[in-house]
């Protein structure tokens, strides 16, 4: 390969961009981070937008390569869509900076932070790395909650509309059907958690600090001693000794998350361990976000029968 | 690669240290905006230990000046202040101070790069590490082991940094296929002396990279620079007086593959890497410039010299924050034709120096590392020698993320 042929080459790229036949793609093309987010756009979006999530419910959203074929997938997106609150602080810059798409970047209407949309819990008074992997910002994992999913939805509902203003219409109808179908299901959900108020859990890691202030159940321990360090038999030990004075039902770990600690502490204390999906595709049977709850309440409520 | 500065220069990067300090220790506002622009620093020191001590050369290659193995016993290694951030909604800009254990600081990386141009396009501008390669654009600290790959010590002085600019254009495809073109200054090795009125080097890659099912991902990547290099010295100790003038043409053929159980790379993953290098220079090697009788040997037209390396290697994380390594890599410098060369450091003396590393590597944290290296320099005629290392890697406050 010469020189020439890659200027030759350079100017032939120059020439495709300018008859972009992207430019007449129909769809709104999102780049979700998270599955939830995906399913979220597709549920507003329907046949309007095409959304792929970047991640799956079985990997672990704070530890993703930066692969090319996720830079290639930003470089055709038209709304990057994810949680924010530093989730994706090792990986997402490097996708928007490779990707040399100027549609998505921060600031502009192709990029949105679910986070940025919902009140966020346990932000630390004082970010210092000696407590672990913090999220200065506040806990990142807002998707637990179903209000905050309501939250999400009216924006990425607006922003639809924004982005492709001649289904404006189709996306406000399919956001206000979202909306009542969702504050239907979580009125439902609400009531079939009413046994799970004041429930004392043991949870991997902060996962579920959303869900459980939506439930009123009491995380009493975490099994990483601080957040994003691996669980150790001496933390564990302190842990069961304290479960021991004060027990709790459960142990509580997502989809993505290795077993066999909450396993060793369950199996010693007696009590059922229990995977959550924590998104979509981390069980069988969570689907899309309406089975996701069915099925986090229904692994839930279990162990109480 | 690494420009000194005078003590003035110094005393302002230790300010700029301080305030990075200040920054690390200041609470982050919500919203993830925390601090622009973003402020890190790495920090990184080995203890060695060498069953023989032998100064780093490589038969058949006149050396860049910033190769080798390392020292014997206690070594701070480079200190560095990363900078970056974006500047406005057109430019991103990112500046890292290197600061030498032996005083001295430098300039590794200042860069801008657009994020606004259309149709994939960007520009980047200013001293940045070219997009040749694999590891040439990866930082020393991200990479498996002590050193860099024998042949990009042999062929690229370690890495290939410089002044210039850089066009990059991503393909609208639904795999990554980039195309990149740089111009540079032509100051760093294997370029030098700025030639073609400070147009010294060129170069131009092709990457392409996909995924392989839920699992599996791979990048490949072909590259070529061309540099010219002007009374281009060598940092070989044993013979620190060898210019080349002339010009060096290298190309290289990269390939990448990563594997993580269903794509989750947290608890364990796998990651093999290969490189091919080759490089042509045709010009002339003049020894002992200050001699009686300055020797020039002869490198053009069908003398051009050859020289060509490769290196393997594998990572492997079998555990949360525990990883083991194995690199295995060659040169090899083809005799020149000129006879004038035969007994200098010119001559390849029979032996195609290898290097053989294995490291294990255990993270206290996501921002501490500590790594054990065994390294079997074979680079020379003779015994073998064995190298030991110990080495910490640190990284405090905000901190790029990482590349593929």
Same mark, same amino acid.
């Given at each position: 390969?010469?020189?020439?042929?890659?200027?030759?080459?350079?100017?032939?790229?120059?020439?495709?961009?300018?008859? +972009?036949?992207?430019?007449?793609?129909? !769809?709104?093309?999102?780049?979700?981070?998270?599955?939830?987010?995906?399913?979220?756009?597709?549920?507003?979006?329907? +046949?309007?937008?095409?959304?792929?999530?970047?991640?799956?419910?079985?990997?672990?959203?704070?530890?993703?390569?930066a692969?090319?074929?996720?830079?290639?997938?930003?470089?055709?997106?038209?709304?990057?869509?994810?949680?924010?609150?530093?989730?994706?602080v090792g990986?997402l810059p490097v996708l928007l900076l490779q990707?040399a798409?100027?549609?998505?970047q921060p600031?502009?209407?192709?990029?949105?932070?679910?986070?940025?949309?919902?009140?966020?819990?346990?932000?630390?008074?004082?970010?210092?790395?000696?407590?672990?992997?913090?999220?200065?910002?506040?806990?990142?994992?807002?998707?637990?909650?179903?209000?905050?999913?309501?939250?999400?939805?009216?924006?990425?509902?607006?922003?639809?509309?924004?982005? %492709?203003?001649?289904?404006?219409? @189709?996306?406000?109808?399919?956001?206000?059907?979202?909306?009542?179908?969702?504050?239907?299901?979580?009125?439902?959900?609400?009531?079939?958690?009413?046994?799970? !108020?004041?429930?004392?859990?043991?949870?991997?890691? !902060?996962?579920?600090?959303?869900?459980?202030?939506?439930?009123?159940?009491?995380?009493?321990?975490?099994?990483?001693?601080?957040?994003?360090?691996?669980?150790?038999?001496?933390?564990?030990?302190?842990?069961?000794?304290?479960?021991?004075?004060?027990?709790?039902?459960?142990?509580?770990?997502?989809?993505?998350? @290795?077993?066999?600690?909450?396993?060793?502490?369950?199996?010693?204390?007696?009590?059922?361990?229990?995977?959550?999906?924590?998104?979509?595709?981390?069980?069988?049977?969570?689907? %899309?976000?309406?089975?996701?709850?069915?099925?986090?309440?229904?692994?839930?409520?279990?162990?109480?029968? | 690669m690494c420009? =000194?500065?005078?003590?003035? #220069?110094?005393?302002?990067a230790?300010?700029i240290?301080?305030l990075a300090?200040?920054a /690390?220790?200041?609470?982050?506002?919500?919203?993830?905006?925390s601090w622009n622009p973003n402020i890190g620093l790495v920090?990184?020191?080995?203890?060695?230990?060498?069953?023989?001590?032998?100064?780093?050369?490589?038969?058949?290659?006149?050396?860049?000046?910033?190769?080798?193995?390392?020292?014997?016993?206690?070594?701070?290694?480079?200190?560095e202040i990363t900078v970056y951030g974006n500047i406005d909604?057109y430019l991103y800009g990112s500046v890292n101070f290197s600061?030498?254990?032996?005083?001295?600081a430098g300039v590794e990386e200042a860069f801008l790069q657009t994020t606004?141009?259309?149709?994939?396009?960007s520009l980047k501008f200013g001293r940045f590490f070219s997009g040749?390669?694999? /590891?040439n654009g990866v930082h020393r600290h991200a990479?498996?082991?002590?050193?860099?790959?024998?042949?990009?010590?042999?062929?690229?002085?370690?890495q290939?940094g410089d002044d210039g600019v850089q066009?990059r254009?991503?393909?609208?495809?639904?795999?990554? &296929? $980039?195309?990149?073109?740089e111009?540079?200054?032509?100051?760093?090795?294997?370029?030098?002396?700025?030639?073609?009125?400070?147009?010294?080097?060129?170069?131009?890659?092709?990457?392409?990279?996909?995924? &392989?099912? $839920?699992?599996?991902?791979? &990048?490949?990547?072909?590259?070529?620079?061309?540099?010219?290099?002007?009374?281009?010295?060598?940092?070989?100790?044993?013979?620190?007086?060898?210019?080349?003038?002339?010009?060096? =043409?290298?190309?290289?053929?990269? &390939?990448?593959?990563?594997?993580?159980?269903?794509?989750?790379?947290?608890?364990?993953?796998?990651?093999?890497?290969?490189?091919?290098?080759?490089?042509? $220079?045709?010009?002339?090697?003049?020894?002992?410039?200050?001699? #009686?009788?300055?020797?020039?040997?002869?490198?053009?037209?069908?003398?051009?010299?050859?020289?060509?390396?490769?290196? /393997?290697?594998?990572?492997?994380?079998?555990?949360?924050?525990?990883? /083991?390594?194995?690199?295995?890599?060659?040169?090899?410098?083809?005799?020149?034709?000129?006879?004038?060369?035969?007994?200098?450091?010119?001559?390849?003396?029979?032996?195609?120096?290898?290097?053989?590393?294995?490291?294990?590597?255990?993270?206290?944290? $996501?921002?501490?590392?500590?790594?054990?290296?065994?390294?079997?320099?074979?680079?020379?005629?003779?015994?073998?020698?064995? =190298?030991?290392?110990?080495?910490?890697?640190?990284t405090?406050g905000a901190h790029p993320a990482h590349t593929?």
């Amino acid at each position: 390969m010469s020189f020439k042929a890659l200027f030759l080459g350079l100017a032939l790229a120059g020439v495709l961009a300018v008859l +972009d036949p992207g430019a007449a793609r129909a !769809k709104v093309n999102v780049f979700a981070c998270e599955p939830e987010w995906a399913a979220l756009a597709r549920e507003l979006g329907g +046949d309007f937008v095409s959304a792929q999530s970047a991640t799956s419910g079985l990997q672990d959203p704070h530890h993703i390569e930066a692969r090319p074929s996720l830079i290639a997938r930003v470089r055709n997106a038209d709304l990057v869509l994810c949680t924010g609150a530093e989730l994706e602080v090792g990986w997402l810059p490097v996708l928007l900076l490779q990707s040399a798409n100027p549609n998505i970047q921060p600031g502009t209407p192709g990029y949105l932070e679910a986070a940025a949309m919902v009140p966020l819990l346990e932000a630390p008074a004082q970010v210092d790395r000696a407590q672990g992997d913090v999220h200065a910002a506040g806990n990142p994992h807002i998707q637990t909650d179903p209000r905050n999913i309501a939250r999400v939805a009216a924006s990425l509902a607006q922003r639809f509309e924004q982005l %492709d203003p001649s289904h404006a219409q @189709d996306y406000a109808q399919r956001g206000a059907d979202f909306s009542r179908r969702w504050a239907e299901a979580s009125a439902r959900w609400k009531a079939q958690a009413a046994p799970l !108020k004041g429930v004392p859990v043991v949870v991997h890691h !902060k996962d579920w600090t959303y869900l459980f202030a939506w439930l009123g159940i009491e995380e009493v321990g975490t099994l990483e001693p601080k957040p994003g360090v691996p669980p150790s038999t001496a933390h564990l030990n302190q842990l069961m000794a304290q479960l021991r004075a004060h027990p709790a039902r459960m142990v509580i770990r997502g989809g993505y998350q @290795d077993d066999r600690p909450s396993r060793f502490v369950a199996e010693r204390m007696g009590i059922p361990a229990v995977a959550l999906p924590f998104t979509i595709g981390g069980t069988p049977q969570a689907t %899309d976000l309406f089975r996701l709850f069915d099925d986090t309440l229904s692994r839930l409520l279990e162990p109480l029968r | 690669m690494c420009h =000194r500065w005078p003590m003035a #220069a110094r005393v302002a990067a230790g300010a700029i240290a301080a305030l990075a300090f200040a920054a /690390v220790a200041r609470a982050q506002t919500p919203g993830g905006a925390s601090w622009n622009p973003n402020i890190g620093l790495v920090l990184t020191g080995y203890y060695a230990q060498f069953s023989k001590e032998r100064p780093f050369s490589l038969p058949g290659f006149a050396l860049g000046e910033e190769t080798g193995l390392g020292g014997s016993g206690f070594n701070l290694g480079e200190s560095e202040i990363t900078v970056y951030g974006n500047i406005d909604p057109y430019l991103y800009g990112s500046v890292n101070f290197s600061f030498a254990p032996e005083g001295g600081a430098g300039v590794e990386e200042a860069f801008l790069q657009t994020t606004a141009l259309p149709a994939g396009f960007s520009l980047k501008f200013g001293r940045f590490f070219s997009g040749i390669g694999y /590891v040439n654009g990866v930082h020393r600290h991200a990479d498996d082991f002590f050193e860099p790959p024998l042949p990009y010590q042999a062929l690229l002085g370690g890495q290939f940094g410089d002044d210039g600019v850089q066009a990059r254009w991503v393909a609208p495809t639904n795999f990554l &296929l $980039e195309i990149g073109l740089e111009r540079f200054r032509g100051a760093s090795f294997p370029s030098g002396g700025a030639g073609d009125k400070g147009n010294g080097a060129d170069a131009g890659f092709v990457k392409a990279g996909g995924d &392989l099912g $839920e699992s599996a991902s791979w &990048l490949a990547g072909f590259s070529r620079l061309n540099a010219r290099a002007d009374g281009r010295t060598t940092g070989d100790a044993s013979a620190p007086e060898t210019s080349f003038s002339g010009d060096s =043409r290298v190309d290289i053929a990269s &390939l990448v593959w990563k594997w993580a159980p269903a794509g989750n790379s947290a608890s364990s993953n796998l990651k093999l890497q290969a490189e091919v290098m080759r490089r042509e $220079e045709r010009g002339a090697y003049t020894l002992d410039p200050s001699g #009686a009788a300055p020797t020039a040997v002869d490198f053009r037209g069908g003398n051009a010299g050859h020289q060509a390396g490769w290196y /393997v290697q594998g990572r492997y994380q079998f555990l949360f924050r525990w990883r /083991v390594a194995l690199r295995q890599a060659e040169v090899k410098a083809d005799a020149p034709k000129d006879p004038l060369a035969a007994g200098t450091l010119l001559g390849p003396a029979g032996r195609t120096p290898r290097l053989t590393s294995a490291m294990i590597e255990f993270d206290p944290s $996501e921002f501490s590392q500590i790594r054990f290296q065994y390294s079997r320099d074979e680079t020379q005629p003779g015994a073998a020698v064995n =190298r030991w290392y110990l080495q910490y890697t640190i990284t405090a406050g905000a901190h790029p993320a990482h590349t593929y």
